[in-house]
């Protein structure tokens, strides 16, 4: 079976950019969490979906991130504009149970703001 | 390899040695904790899982010990090899919360 899927695997842009991840969960979960992971931080948890809606969006850093889960099978984080700073992996991960299931981790989108 | 900590904790072992990666949690009140591998380039990938009704768990190879007096948890890995060497991470969490990452653990497989 697939694992969960994320695009692009590396993107390199430009600051002021807009950068679009995407991320396709594990047919069947029903919750759905980005993650950044940093040298300096390790992984932080950006926002949590359960059931299609935001349910805990508290570590997204500030209004330049959004994400996004139109449907079950979807998902979207982005960035506008893009700084420096926001470089890093991003991961995207499902679970099945809400917030007590085991995590399944997609491979991550390596982000680098120029 | 992907992003993770500049100072991370590094255990070096041989070949065929037994591993013990160490780690402390903060909250008294978690009761679920889950050891996750992350190799070079890859996304962390789930190894074994204890809750907190239980001391010890074993896998293939690996076994999970937790001591909530002390609030820690250790992974250990029989006979390590070369495809164990990647960055360990124990998840804490609370029922109804999201999981909690640790800095994790640089697992080094000398020859």
């Known amino acids: 079976d697939a694992g969960v899927i994320q695009s692009p695997r590396h993107e390199v842009t430009e600051m002021g950019q807009e950068v679009t991840l995407r991320c396709k969960p594990i047919s069947g979960h029903n919750s759905l969490f980005w993650y950044r992971q940093t040298m300096m931080r390790g992984l932080e948890l950006l926002i949590y979906f359960n059931n299609n809606v935001p349910i805990d969006d508290s570590g997204m850093p500030e209004d330049r991130f959004s994400a996004k889960m139109p449907n079950a099978s979807f998902s979207t984080l982005k960035i506008q504009p893009s700084e420096p700073r926001d470089s890093a992996v991003y991961f995207c991960a499902s679970s099945l149970g809400g917030a007590d299931g085991e995590l399944f981790f997609g491979e991550g989108s390596r982000l680098t703001v120029l | 390899g992907e992003s993770v900590g500049l100072h991370l904790p590094t255990l070096s072992v041989q070949e065929g040695d037994n591993s013990i990666i160490n780690c402390a949690y903060s909250?008294?009140?978690?009761?679920?904790f889950i050891w996750y591998k992350q190799e070079s380039g890859k996304g962390p990938q789930f190894i074994i899982d204890?809750?907190?009704?239980?001391d010890k768990r074993q896998g293939q190879r690996v076994t999970v010990l937790l001591n909530k007096t002390v609030k820690h948890l250790s992974l250990q890995i029989a006979a390590t090899q070369p495809g164990d060497s990647a960055v360990y991470f124990c998840a804490e969490k609370r029922h109804g919360q999201n999981f909690v990452f640790g800095p994790g653990t640089r697992l080094s497989v000398l020859p």
């Open positions: 204890i809750r907190s009704n239980m």
């Open positions: 909250n008294s009140a978690s009761d679920y």
